[in-house]
Structures are given as C-alpha cells and as structure tokens.
DNA sequence: CCCTGGCACTCGGAAAGCCGGAGTGCTAAG
DNA sequence: CTTAGCACTCCGGCTTTCCGAGTGCCAGGG
C-alpha cells in the first residue's frame, strides 16, 4: 500500500471527485480553482507528477490533464471515502419501495428497478439459484381431467408452477394424498435433492413403492426436470441509463456490456464471488476479471434472509460513478431487503 | 396507389433489396452490376428520377446514390414481396423450441427469445393483460399457520400466486371449502368482473354471506387488488442485437428506442392496434406513430387460443431489415405459438 | 528545502483547404 | 426511347494549420 503525503491525498481525492462529477481530464489549474486549494499550479503540478509515478493517476496525453487510473479508483475508495448514508431524497424513494407490502419474490424482483432508478446505472439482482433452496411442500391441484398444476414451495418463499398432462386421471383426493405422502417423504431435502433422489425412484422404479407415491413421483419429476430449474437466477434493469455515458458509447465495448447483460454468466460469476463476504463489495474495472465489464465498476451487497446469505443486489456503471453515493444505496438497500425478507417469513 | 411500369418496379425491388443487404446508398451503376439489369446507367438514372418524384426513393445528397424511403419500404412490402416460407435452418430452429413440450407460461415468453435469435434483432411478446382475461379457479394452500399462498389460474392457463397472510389461521379444510365455495361464485367471469365483484361484496359486507364466502373474498381480494394484475403484459429480449446496426448507433436515438422497451407503454399501445385484426402486421418507420420507433419497424403478428385472439408476437428491427425473412419468421412463429397453446389446452 | 512564477514545449481537436471518387443531370446522337 | 459523354456536385478522407490547454523544468524567493 503506498503511502501519500496527506496532501497528495487531498489533492487526488479533489481530482477523483471532480474527474466523477464532469468526466473531463482534469488540469492543474482547474484542480486549484475548483477544490480551493491553497497552492499554485506548479506545486499542484510536481505533486500529481508524484501520484503518476504511483499509478493512481495519469494522462491521457501530454497535454491533457490528468485522469484518475483503477489504482486511483481503488485507492480512492479505499482510503479516501467516507461513506455517508443516502441523501435524504434518495433513502425515502427506497423506503417507499420497500413499505409496499408484497410478495417476497415479487420484491427482489423489483429491486434490481429500485437501483437503476435511484442511482441511473444498472440494477442487478441474484436470487438463490433454485436447485439450491430448501424444498418446502409440493401441491397437485386439477385443472381439467387431462391437466394436473404442480405447486413447489420452496422454504424462502418462491413459488414455481407448472403445468403437466399425466397418464391418467386422478380424482381431487388422488392428488391431495399423493401430495401428502410426497410432501412426507421429502420434508427438508433442497430442490437438487429432491430432483436426485426422483431420479434414483424412477430408476429403481422398486415395486414395494406406494402407488400413491410412485404417481406423485412420476409428476413431480416432470416439474424438477423442466428448466425453470435452472434458470438463471438474475435480473438485470436500466441497461438503458448506460447509454447516457460517454466513455461506454462507443459501440464495440457497449455491445459486449449489454451480451453480458442478456448471457449472464458473467456476472452471475461475479455475484457469486460476491455472496462469500458479507457488506458492499467494489470490484473497479478489470477487477472483475471479466472483459465485458472493462471500464465498468460493479457495487454489490449481498442480502439474507434469517442472517444466511441467499443473495446479492448491486449496481453496474462507468467506473466513473459516484462511489460514495452508489456505495451507500446499495448497501441500504440490501439492508432492507434483508429486514423485509426476514420480517415477512416467519410468524 | 401509384402504378409504376413493371420496369421501375423491378428496379425499385432491386434497390430495396440491394440497400438492405449493404446498408449503403446504391448508385446506378452498382444497380445495373449487381441486379443483371439489360439496360445501362443512365435509363436507371432516368427511372430512378421518376422514383423520386413519386416519393418512393431519395437521395442522402446530391452525388450519393439512392435510399428507400418509408413509402418506398412500404410500397415494397406491400406489392413487390413475395413471402416465402422461412429458409429451412430458420424453421427447425423455431419448431424445436416448440417441440419442448413447456408450461404455455414459460413458452409464451420463451417466444420473445426465439424470435430475437432467429432474426438477430428485438423480440417482443404481448401476452394478454391479466385484467382481461378469463377466470378458471382460485386456491388456498397453507404455508403456515399465519401464511396462505393463493393460487390463481385463468382460462387461457396462466397461473398467479401469491402469499398473503391471513387475520386468523384456517385449517386446510377451511381453505379447501373457501376454495370450492368462491370458484362457485366466480366462475366464468373474467378478473376485471372478479375484482369489480370482489369490492362490491366487500363493501356491501353483508351478513348473509356465508361464513367461508366472506374469508375466501377477504382472501382472494388481497390477489386481485395486488399489482400483478395491473403489470405491463408484455416481454422483451434480444435489444442488444439492435446495437450492431449502424443507422441505430447513434446516442440519443438509441436512448430514446430503449426507454421505450422499458416504459413499454408506447410498444403496448403499438400491439394492441396490431391485434384488432389478424395476419401479420407492419408498422414502417412513423407509420407507428412513435418517435422512438422513428428510424425502426415493428412486424407484428397476433397469437390465438381456440380461435380467439389473445395476444401478438413481433419483432422490432431498423427499417432496413430483411421483410421477407422476418415476415415469414414472424408469421409461422405466431401460428405455431397458436397451435401449441391450443393444442395443449383441451384435451 | 519547498514553493512559485515563468517559459518553452507538446499534443489534441477544431477549422480550413485540398483532392479523388462516386454519382448525378443534362444533352446530343443513335 | 435509349445511351454515351460530359460537366457538375458533394461527401469523405487527408493534410495542414492554428489555437489552447496543460505539462515539465528551471531559476528565483521565501
């Protein structure tokens, strides 16, 4: 960690501020008359000459002024920001979202709209990837002779349905006991459990099997099969305020961004490194590791229900954003959703 | 309608065609090359002049070639195209996602998908708004003591859930008869008449209401009155192939065209107009009336359930797209999509 | 020793000028 | 009516010029 001169700091946390807010190389001169410093120029001029030689900042060519490098960015957050909590704006926008009493899936859902909103950059949401939840109960419930809806309830809350056309018919308390006894014989296993060991039944497909069960098994297994399984568990909204960055809209790198928006490997990689540690986590340009996010920072948080970590909510900008802003919404928000999450389950 | 020898027709196709493939303004001379034209430059150039005057081409300025204009496109489509079946690749990569037998929930948006790969450019699909369609039955599952999840499945098969937590606890037979009770009641109108009812009787709090009637209209209300009736019915996928075109690339055009797929109020007013009748649709340039669909055109085809319109499938590209190619694709999309949601349904 | 004013230097970006090419419109001849 | 020829236009790309912003360095002053 290099140390600086608390005058250096002062100096680069001036020139970061001012780099975020008009995206402008920043000069010597300017620097002076905008942070009110009480130095010339030229002294201005050798301490910046000092933070290049550090790699925090630099220029873009001889004579522009300077900007700041991710070293700077990273440096800068690290060191130099005081988080504040949300302007007083902002935190009752997100509060408004969050005293809207609804579903728990519906109000992760919505988030990801909360943070794009709020902050002008993309909100991302990751859900708990399906397979990985507690299975919680399952419900046949008849639709018509020839179609059955399968209901699993998983222990956080989510609600997965489906439909499916089964061999034959069965009378209402058919399902009802079929439910019943599959319910009992899967109590507390995960989704990706359940889904192993409806496989091993089939395949076993042992007579001593209760025929009750043996037709639930049957129908359940079309459900832990289909995809909704695994679907990706992320959601993603305002890609769109991207575009109002300049340095992202030059096309090729833009249309590698938004891929990686619609493919979501990517950044469900990154979420998932995000999960492991708890409070708001910064990864600053090629931090990430992932091309598509090059000048791109990415702000997550990760969120729990019942004090275990089952999410992440973060935001996606030029890595030219307003960290501290960005930092304290993101952090706030996953705090709710947390409190919203845990509050509304038990009871 | 104007009437053109059947000479400057096949030159406009020509044109057409050829502006399409290369984006370029194209020239007399490339004209004559590239179509195998019998006569020379300058009878084009002859002709291409009468093209203008009747508004169906022009010119970016005085020594660039010639570009379609938004009659000329239209005048294209609507005389000169013949529409052939999509290209065979196309056709199997649409029919296997059809062949996965799904929920028609998750086909339905699945479609949005499909379409914005076949094409390479946005796939939109308007599903039907919940208010409008039909009731089938609601039911009560108890999740826990203080936790009732409530199913809601419509006519046309989707399904809506949603957890609600009731004043008191009901056991699971109470539910099972609240159930039974309220279908009765309900059965057969749509959501918007439910929820209309649904108020009334709450209002009216009547005393005769049976016991079980009065929770089950407590119950369902919560469902009815939630926003989910009220969402915007409609999914779009695939926005970032729209980035590799460079008449859409640039700035405040493209902002305006992906605010519009967020707001989706303006692609849902264009999809409502689209379903009054049947076939396939084409809004070309303005023609759509929005300013953020200025320099695109939106081909749409409506969906049907047993021979009832429900919904649009559709594709929303620059207004220098393959018609052919994606009409075809559109149209066996929406009645595929047609076929699979019927057939699936009776039985 | 550090700060500061001064000065020469560098470089990017805008403006201006200069082709070359592509394409047109017109005209006159076949 | 078609076509070859020709003059003309205008864009795009290229170079040139110029200006301003900003730097680095140096020498003088606190």
Same mark, same amino acid.
Do not use: W
């Given at each position: 960690?290099?140390?600086?001169?608390?005058?250096?700091?002062?100096?680069?946390?001036?020139?970061?501020?001012?780099?975020?807010?008009?995206? @402008? #190389?920043?000069?010597?001169?300017?620097?002076v008359k905008q942070a009110g410093l009480e130095f010339s120029p030229a002294t201005?001029?050798?301490?910046?000459?000092?933070?290049?030689?550090?790699?925090?900042?630099? +220029?873009?060519?001889? +004579?522009a002024g300077r900007v700041p490098t991710e070293r &700077?960015?990273?440096?800068?957050?690290?060191?130099?920001?005081?988080?504040?909590p949300p302007k007083t704006w902002d935190m009752t926008s997100i509060e408004d979202r969050f005293l809207a009493d609804q579903? #728990?899936?519906?109000?992760?859902? +919505?988030?990801?709209?909360?943070?794009? @909103?709020?902050?002008?950059?993309?909100?991302?949401?990751?859900? #708990?990837?399906r397979a990985d939840v507690g299975f919680l109960q399952l419900d046949f419930?008849?639709?018509s002779s020839t179609r059955v809806l399968v209901i699993l309830v998983t222990q956080d809350g989510q609600v997965l349905n489906r439909v499916i056309h089964p061999k034959r018919p069965y009378s209402a308390s058919e399902l009802q006991q079929a439910a019943n006894v599959f319910n009992g014989a899967y109590a507390g296993l995960?989704?990706?459990?359940?889904?192993?060991?409806?496989?091993?039944?089939?395949?076993?497909?042992?007579?001593?099997?209760?025929?009750?069960?043996?037709?639930a098994v049957e129908m359940a297994h079309q459900v832990f099969a289909g995809e909704a399984m695994s679907e990706a568990p992320l959601f993603v909204s305002g890609e769109s305020n991207l575009l109002a960055f300049p340095e992202l809209s030059n096309?090729?790198?833009?249309?590698?961004?938004?891929?990686?928006?619609?493919?979501?490997?990517?950044?469900?990689?990154?979420?998932?490194?995000?999960?492991?540690?708890?409070?708001?986590?910064?990864?600053?340009?090629?931090?990430?590791?992932y091309e598509a996010l090059e000048s791109c920072s990415v702000v997550t948080a990760p969120y729990e229900v019942d004090g275990q970590i089952v999410g992440t909510v973060g935001v996606v900008g030029p890595t030219r954003m307003s960290y501290d802003r960005?930092?304290?919404?993101?952090?706030?928000?996953?705090?709710?959703?947390? &409190?919203?999450?845990?509050?509304?389950?038990?009871?």
């Open positions: 960690m290099v140390s600086l001169t608390p005058r250096a700091e002062r100096l680069l946390k001036a020139l970061i501020e001012q780099y975020i807010a008009e995206g @402008q #190389p920043v000069g010597s001169r300017t620097l201005v001029r050798n301490i910046m000459s000092d933070l290049e030689e550090f790699g925090l900042i630099r +220029s873009p060519h001889t +004579s &700077g960015y990273r440096f800068f957050v690290n060191t130099l920001l005081a988080v504040k579903d #728990p899936q519906q109000l992760i859902e +919505s988030v990801s709209g909360l943070l794009s @909103q709020v902050t002008k950059l993309a909100g991302i949401v990751r859900v #708990p990837r419930l008849a639709l995960s989704l990706a459990e359940v889904r192993r060991s409806l496989v091993d039944a089939l395949r076993r497909d042992s007579e001593d099997m209760q025929q009750i069960l043996r037709s096309t090729e790198k833009l249309r590698r961004l938004f891929e990686a928006f619609t493919a979501k490997q990517d950044l469900l990689h990154l979420l998932d490194q995000s999960m492991v540690s708890q409070g708001v986590q910064i990864f600053i340009g090629a931090e990430s590791g960005v930092i304290s919404v993101v952090d706030v928000t996953a705090r709710l959703l947390s &409190g919203a999450l845990s509050h509304g389950l038990p009871g």
